[in-house]
């Protein structure tokens, strides 16, 4: 692991941008962490949508919170194709997307995308203003797509935020198992007249789950249209289960 | 308006019985106020389920916990056939269910239930200590199925929550045209594994509001399994729209 990056300090929140590699390949990422206190503290880890990146506005947003309100470590990393691992000339949203429909229908892609994730987890608890606390997941549409397969592989990982997609795409059979795997709680966000995910697509994921305490959030409008409210209310979810003596029961 | 019992104080709240007079029937009412202040403050319509009554336990830690933690005024009144409005001998839920379904069916009954609140709620908008605030409603299953022709027909009323329930029944129809005829916030509660309402009727009724702030929470269980947390978050729903310089944004 390497440090690429010494980011801003917003308020008592140090960003850093860091490398990993993992079989061959460099994972780029990015960690915030408060300044006070010190490891072990729960890690969130964040998974940006297609054609986004690690550092987009409400991961930003997210990751600041969660470390500045409840005092986590959380971190992002670029998904296959996106932020700093784009292939050259991929600048705009239709190359970022064709790229993620090729990087989705590779065999192999998810498997890689847990293993950056699993080398960034372990890079990141060896660190001691990390360490080895419980871990959460927040990730909709491509985050849901690669976070599903990595909740499910990673018993170490006790909450997850998912949403914006549903059992549909290259990988929808292994989606499906995957998630049938998968019993911590999980809240599940859906955007009610989303273009992109039909509705029963969308309930045939979240029906899958076998979490007894799971949930689903549904707004109008379309993929996008996500109500700030419903971030700030899947940040207080995962505090509610990464650090259930310090939060209220709401 | 006639007080027919002088009820419990908890903590700040006071419970009083009351009784109206609408068209020939007797309603019988509960308020919760709190001792303190005075009105003008918002005032929250409890709605019950069949089988149930104006007292039962979820509708009375509501009403007490509205007027505690928000100094709302709320009242609850039993449905037809119900609480006090009982046939002699429909002592048990099957009768009351039987009643419940005959009254549903019978031409007239959604229009004399909205008669007997609307009565209610000019009774109680004199009173000196609940005056003419916002309006807000809360009613699940029968609250719904009585509360939704209600709340199109009460500008007064300004923010709902719903649920439980969707288009079927003999209703079926006016509850379809009521609910495109409120567009003010709606929060809608679904069991997704209820085994009376399926799940496309309850879409279809959530489809049909033409509330731009409209959001559908979803838990796993049967009919009467919604969370306590549920419950907690409905509260807070209506304070923020009742009283929205008074309760931070989530």
């Known amino acids: ?16 941008g860091f490398e990993v590699d993992v079989a061959g390949r460099t994972v780029p990422g990015v960690l915030w962490v408060p300044e006070s206190g010190t490891g072990p503290r729960p890690l969130v880890l964040l998974g940006h949508g297609a054609t986004r990146h690690k550092r987009v506005d409400y991961l930003v947003a997210l990751g600041r919170r969660l470390a500045s309100d409840h005092g986590f470590a959380v971190a992002a990393i670029d998904g296959p194709g996106h932020g700093d691992r784009r292939a050259p000339g991929h600048d705009d949203d239709i190359a970022l997307f064709s790229a993620f429909l090729a990087e989705w229908s590779r065999e192999g892609t998810v498997d890689d995308m847990v293993a950056d994730w699993q080398a960034t987890i372990d890079a990141l608890r060896a660190l001691d203003d990390v360490g080895d606390g419980p871990i959460g997941y927040w990730g909709l549409s491509m985050g849901t797509i690669y976070g599903v397969p ?3 592989a990673e018993p170490r990982i006790q909450v997850a935020v998912f949403g914006l997609m549903g059992l549909l795409g290259p990988t929808r059979d292994r ?14 966000l859906q ?4 273009s992109l995910i039909p509705r029963p697509e969308a309930f045939g994921l979240f029906d899958a789950f076998s979490s ?9 409008g379309d993929h996008s249209a996500v109500p700030v409210e419903e971030i700030l209310f899947s940040a207080r979810f995962l505090a509610r289960h990464l650090a259930p003596h310090a939060v209220d029961a709401m």
């Open 212 to 220: 007894v305490d799971k949930r689903l959030h549904a707004h109008p």
């Open 1 to 16: 692991m390497r440090w690429t990056a010494e980011g801003d300090v917003a308020g008592d929140v140090r960003e850093r």
């Open 191 to 194: 955007q009610w007249d989303d």
């Open 150 to 152: 990595l909740v499910a």
């Open 175 to 188: 989606m499906a198992a995957d998630a049938a795997s998968i019993s911590c709680p999980v809240m599940f």
